[in-house]
């Protein structure tokens, strides 16, 4: 039982948690992540730290309201409440290393799994562009990351009515795809970076690709335990069945394979739809009874 | 004195109708009541222990001959009679409502059963059952365990387990009956392993095992979950905190087919689809909000225990299914009992044929699976089986869901500890079950690659022992000096 010592809504539906977890605290590294379970009935999803204290032993975890465990999460779960299960921290560290200029780009809540490895590649004395791809009221850490890298810059649109997530995705793409090649062409960066929905950062890959970049990106396809027990999370790279838990999260986009990992991440999405509908009814079931 | 009369026959143990157990998760074997025990208990010839097979037979050495006469010689006293076979089952087991479901009795304890001369062999899993549920259903466990508990002189030594499954547990059971300060570090959310995420439901319920845990904490065990070693914390770090160290980390890695579209949608390692639906209870979906997807045609790879044990889920979430294996029927490495049960619910079974490609649909999603058919040599492999070899003809069979039950290899989390010596994967030990690291012991799938429970049990006493000796040896020299 993890204890919630702050709730805060960072953004539109972006809810950061700062949670005591002192074994996570303790060792966790830019670019690992846990496994969450918060309620009994509940699934495991995995999150990432995006800041932590050691020695308080605090983590904090940034979820985007999407589907039932996030809505769930944030109608349920308030300062002083307990979260059952955190496990880890998992998957391997991001490799720290001179690349030299760095252009790290995170999509929507992707960015906050940039954070922690982008100030750390910082530290170590790269020169960090960190590229934030949002809908203009879901931009979150802006602060934090401009006193963290060299550049920070946030290409944002607003929502149009009527949008759903399949018209927000689409237009992060275009708008993405279109600032990391301004950005390319400007900065010359010497690696790439990514963190968002597969489909984004394959079209961002097939930018840098045409510019020989190496580049790296955090996958998340689906995952159940995230120790390498069950294999949901597999996906080809360079033709080898890799496990995104135990080999990962970051891979050589170069050798990923896309498109099944696109094929994979979507596999439950009616299932997922219907488990929000199911908790939205009862919502609406208790609100009336009220 | 008449001469006790021989009953050649077993008293069978009810069990739930085929055709309406497809549709529910429940468990299948109903088990014995007192009075069908007792009738069952009473066939036992009683061989004395040094001889009876069945104590031989069996890898936690439990007093077999002695147990059941507990149960004939309270008759007018169930409960008195319950506790006193518990009392001795507890010397060795502590999970027996566990074992009495998921041994191998037919391969073990029940193997050379004198009694298999005459006529049926005891059914001693069953009759180990019984005790382990009539004792929880009655409270009798919570009172034996009261007097059990004061009586354990405690020592200061502290051992660290790793992995709270078969293993762990029974390693855990046998220290903390001796006194030592156990913590177990499991890396799920909830203690059991394969137990709690493996087998289904309708073999082992979950509550059954969750009260064997109570009984593990109730001796002073501390289960710490969410714990992954070598990543929360390194076996470097146990070491220094702790006097020993047990590694029953299981076999945790799924091995899957090397062959065109595995990661096509729909397919599972058994590991991911057994742990959604058993440990992430998905067949209650949306109530437990972890989904699982079956279709209609399931194909499941693989024959043996975990093989049947996806074939016969698959079946109650609403599939055809069929168990496709490489090899023939005498090859099967199931248990019997389990390949029966997965008949009796309309499992089919298809012999000599091994994949060579998934086939997809528009979406990435699996519609059938491409075989070659195999024939066999005379020649047998190592184990024991025969040889098979391809014919150069192949078979497609339609199926939306498809279920890898090819087994699985060590977890490589652990087995990659600097020093740690590793063989094919898995933890080399010495005949105590030490790994080259002094102090540091392992047993269970660790070190088998992939075994049985009871195996895994086995070694976990073993493993007991074994640093109980370690842990004396190093106390008194520490008086000593």
Request: charge should be negative; aromatic fraction near 8%; proline fraction near 5%.
């Amino acid at each position: 039982m993890y204890k919630i010592l702050e709730k805060k809504e960072l953004a539109m539906n972006e809810i950061m948690y700062k949670i005591h977890a002192p074994h996570i605290a303790k060792k966790v590294q830019p670019g690992q992540f846990v496994i969450m379970r918060a309620f009994e009935n509940g699934e495991r999803i995995p999150l990432t730290p995006v800041t932590w204290d050691r020695e308080e032993g605090w983590i904090t975890l940034i979820t985007f309201i999407r589907g039932r465990t996030t809505l769930r999460m944030n109608m349920e779960l308030n300062e002083g409440d307990y979260i059952l299960n955190i496990a880890g921290p998992l998957g391997n560290p991001a490799p720290m290393k001179k690349f030299g200029k760095i252009l790290a780009v995170g999509l929507i809540t992707g960015i906050v799994e940039v954070f922690p490895i982008a100030r750390a590649w910082q530290e170590l004395g790269n020169e960090v562009i960190t590229l934030h791809v949002s809908p203009n009221p879901m931009v979150l850490l802006r602060e934090e990351f401009e006193s963290a890298v060299s550049k920070h810059i946030v290409e944002g649109f607003d929502l149009k009515e009527g949008w759903g997530m399949d018209e927000i995705t689409q237009e992060l793409v275009k708008r993405g795809v279109k600032k990391v090649k301004e950005l390319i062409e400007e900065e010359k960066p010497d690696f790439v970076f990514t963190v968002g929905p597969a489909g984004g950062q394959k079209m961002i890959f097939n930018i840098v690709k045409e510019y020989g970049i190496p580049m790296e990106s955090d996958l998340h396809p689906i995952m159940v335990d995230g120790t390498g027990m069950c294999g949901a999370c597999r996906v080809h790279v360079g033709g080898e069945v890799k496990f995104a838990c135990i080999d990962g999260p970051g891979f050589d986009a170069y050798k990923v394979d896309w498109d099944e990992l696109i094929h994979r991440s979507g596999f439950y999405s009616d299932k997922e739809k219907l488990a929000l509908e199911v908790y939205l009814k009862n919502l609406q079931a208790q609100g009336g009874a009220q | 004195m008449m001469a006790r009369k021989l009953i050649r026959e077993r008293i069978p143990t009810p069990e739930q109708d085929p055709k309406e157990r497809i549709f529910n998760f429940n468990e299948v074997n109903l088990g014995y009541t007192f009075e069908l025990a007792q009738k069952e208990a009473e066939r036992c010839l009683q061989c004395p222990y040094d001889y009876a097979p069945c104590i031989k037979g069996c890898p936690v050495h439990i007093d077999i001959p002695g147990f059941i006469k507990k149960l004939r010689e309270y008759r007018e006293d169930p409960d008195k009679a319950v506790k006193e076979a518990l009392r001795i089952i507890w010397a060795c087991n502590t999970l027996p409502a566990t074992t009495g479901r998921v041994c191998p009795q037919e391969d073990q304890c029940e193997m050379n059963c004198v009694m298999g001369k005459v006529g049926d062999k005891i059914n001693i899993g069953k009759l180990e059952r019984f005790v382990a549920d009539y004792a929880r259903e009655k409270g009798i466990d919570d009172e034996l365990l009261s007097e059990i508990v004061p009586k354990i002189e405690r020592k200061s030594q502290k051992v660290a387990i790793i992995g709270a499954g078969p293993a762990g547990l029974t390693a855990v059971g046998e220290l903390a009956k001796m006194g030592y300060k156990v913590t177990i570090f499991e890396a799920l959310h909830e203690a059991g392993g394969v137990l709690m995420y493996g087998i289904p439901e309708f073999r082992l319920p979950k509550a059954v095992v969750k009260k064997e845990l109570e009984t593990l904490r109730r001796l002073g065990v501390e289960i710490k979950t969410d714990h992954i070693v070598g990543r929360t914390v390194t076996l470097e770090e146990l070491l220094e905190e702790y006097d020993a160290v047990f590694i029953g980390s299981g076999a945790g890695t799924p091995r899957f087919i090397n062959a065109p579209g595995v990661n096509l949608n729909g397919i599972y390692s058994a590991n991911e689809f057994l742990t959604r639906v058993n440990l992430m209870r998905a067949y209650k979906f949306p109530e437990y909000e972890t989904p699982v997807k079956v279709g209609k045609k399931a194909i499941v790879i693989g024959a043996g225990n975990t093989a049947m044990d996806a074939a016969r889920t698959a079946r109650r979430l609403g599939a055809e299914v069929i168990v496709a294996y490489r090899r023939g029927e005498e090859d099967v490495s199931a248990r019997e009992e389990e390949v029966e049960h997965a008949k009796e619910e309309g499992v089919k079974f298809e012999f000599f044929l091994n994949p060579v490609e998934f086939i997809g649909d528009e979406n990435g999603r699996v519609k059938a699976v491409r075989f070659e058919k195999m024939k066999p040599l005379e020649e047998r492999d190592s184990r024991g089986k025969r040889k098979i070899v391809g014919t150069g003809e192949y078979v497609t069979l339609e199926a939306d869901t498809v279920v890898i039950a090819i087994g699985k290899t060590a977890n490589k989390l652990i087995a990659s500890t600097p020093g740690l010596e590793v063989n094919k994967g898995v933890i080399k030990v010495d005949e105590n079950l030490m790994t080259s690291i002094e102090g540091v012991f392992a047993g269970g799938d660790a070190i088998r690659g992939e075994a049985t429970v009871i195996l895994a049990m086995g070694d976990g006493r073993k493993a007991a022992k074994a640093i109980h000796e370690y842990l004396t040896k190093k106390r008194e020299e520490q008086e000593s000096a």
